[in-house]
């Protein structure tokens, strides 16, 4: 295994570690046990040069299910966690899983193309790596300071805390696994991925998401998924499990 592990089976955002205090406490009423990991090149993990590919963090992820065993999991991904719950399924199938929830999820495709008009033109994603290469460190505080949580809305109250927080995680992901991630999350095409979803699936949202727009993810991965159930959250930002938790 490449990264440290943390049965709930937890897949986290761009940057996010698994040791939010609320991420597993959350499932002990239902008497889960939850697990959370690393995704290579983030928190303690180790840094490869190489395999910042969704692939490869579907197969680690496939991996840890076979290391630990898990059996009738719930595998809930936010944001490009959501994505590798797609490849996941879409390469290794649902048979260790019972249900699936994306949140605020990539799936099924970020980046505007012929087929994916509402997507987001590529500028965006150059603009973040422009943005990242040249002050990473302020990079992560911009996002976090305006549109990752919705501070950047009239009559929301910032969290230093969170901001902090964030940023915190972000610096320290390795350089290169954090830019590689920005392909990963915004290039790769989740459709037929979505179609073999074939358990019970939540779809959360906030319909004033800045990061993952709900009119080119959710609205239309909730047609892709065989009975999936669609939850918007009306005025909620990327970091719904954050500022919409209770």
């Known amino acids: ?76 991904g936010h944001s490009t966690g959501g994505g590798e719950v797609a490849r996941f399924i879409g390469r290794h199938g ?29 500028d965006v994603f150059d603009d973040f790596r422009t943005a990242f290469l040249a002050n990473r460190s302020q990079f992560f ?27 915190m995680q972000g610096m320290m ?3 290169k696994n954090t830019y590689d991630c920005i392909k990963a999350f915004s290039e790769i095409d989740f459709t037929e991925d979505l179609k073999q979803f074939d358990i019970p699936t939540l779809i959360i949202h906030g319909d004033d998401d800045q990061i993952v727009p709900i009119a080119a993810s959710a609205l239309i991965a909730a047609k892709l998924v065989k009975h999936a159930v669609l939850k918007i959250y009306p005025g909620g930002s990327h970091s719904l499990d954050d500022t919409s938790k209770d």
């Not at 911009?142 to 929301?156: K, L």
């Open 1 to 76: 295994m490449r990264r440290a592990v943390g049965q709930r089976s937890r897949k986290h955002g761009t940057q996010r570690l698994p040791d939010h205090p609320r991420r597993c406490d959350q499932v002990r009423p239902v008497q889960r046990r939850c697990s959370a990991h690393d995704r290579c090149g983030y928190g303690r993990s180790s840094q490869p040069w190489g395999g910042n590919d969704m692939d490869t963090y579907a197969d680690d992820l496939a991996e840890l299910f076979e290391v630990l065993d898990l059996k009738d999991a719930v595998m809930m």
């Open 173 to 175: 992901a390795g350089h």
């Open 141 to 167: 505080l911009d996002i976090a300071s305006g549109p990752f949580f919705g501070f950047n809305r009239a009559g929301t109250k910032s969290s230093q805390g969170l901001i902090s927080a964030w940023w």
């Open 94 to 122: 649902t048979k260790r899983v019972s249900k699936a929830v994306l949140m605020g999820s990539v799936t099924p495709l970020m980046l505007k193309t012929a087929a994916n008009p509402g997507g987001l033109p590529i």
